[in-house]
């Protein structure tokens, strides 16, 4: 079976109720063939649920706790983003990954969680500046694979970490010989999303490299202009 192009929204830690409803105004009415999906702020989600359903736009959080319940303040569970909407949740964005330290086993942990609530996670992979320039970009990258994805239905976000909101995206012969070591490693029904500064203006040459099924996108998916024209980029590959 074909696999279904999907463009994610980050929307990181951005957005009020006010910018929630004007984006939703800036959205089509019918639904578009290209997968969209708004990755929200654990507190958007129940506002955005009954607003994006009706236009075919699909609803995630940006993170879940790895245990289902419990004494954990100021987490949130995949439970609760699926009892209010959700049907997937990034898990190992590499701002959790730096900001909170995470590691591999948690990620994994997290996507299990999220696999036990009926989400789909998006599971976030990617070198540092570092490890491209010393070489071990793939070495890096397959680690996180078999550390950090669980066997399920999910969904892998390659985003280098030197590329996220710098303005600088990998060459589309990266993201291709990334993709294509990546698919080996994940099968042939495991979407593949690039992240990573992909804008307007970027999406259409990289959305058209191999095994490239749609895209991570942060800075421009607040802006439902900038979002919807990546959107159409895609539909045009
Ligand atoms: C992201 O947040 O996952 C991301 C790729 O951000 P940006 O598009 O702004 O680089």
């Known amino acids: ?6 463009i994610v929204g980050n929307w990181k830690m951005y957005g009020s109720r006010a910018m929630a409803e004007r984006f939703v105004a800036g959205l089509p009415a019918e639904a578009s063939a290209v997968e969209l999906v708004v990755c929200a702020p654990a507190g958007l989600i129940a506002l955005l649920a009954p607003a994006l359903a009706p236009r075919g736009v699909g609803l995630g959080g940006q993170d879940c706790h790895p245990h289902a319940e419990g004494a954990h ?35 994994r942990a997290k996507a299990v969680a999220a696999l036990a609530a009926g989400l789909t996670p998006i599971i976030c992979v990617g070198e540092t500046l570092a490890e491209r320039d010393s070489g071990a970009a793939t070495a890096v990258v397959a680690a996180q694979i078999a550390c950090s994805v669980p066997p399920g239905d999910v969904v892998v976000a390659y985003e280098p970490v030197w590329a996220i909101g710098t303005g600088r995206t990998a060459s589309v012969q990266d993201i291709a010989d990334m993709h294509a070591m ?15 500064s992909v804008k307007p203006g970027n999406a259409a040459e990289i959305l058209a490299a191999a ?4 895209a991570l996108v942060g800075g421009a998916s607040l802006n439902p202009a900038e979002w919807l024209a990546i959107a159409a980029a895609a539909l045009a590959r």
């Open 1 to 6: 079976m074909a696999r279904q192009t999907t």
């Open 73 to 107: 303040t100021g987490d949130t569970s995949a439970a609760l983003l699926a009892d209010l909407g959700a049907t997937y949740v990034i898990v190992g964005h590499s701002e959790r990954r730096r900001d909170h330290g995470e590691t591999d086993a948690l990620v």
């Open 182 to 196: 990546l698919r080996g490693l994940v099968g042939a029904e495991t979407r593949l999303l690039y992240g990573g």
């Open 211 to 214: 095994n490239v099924d749609g």
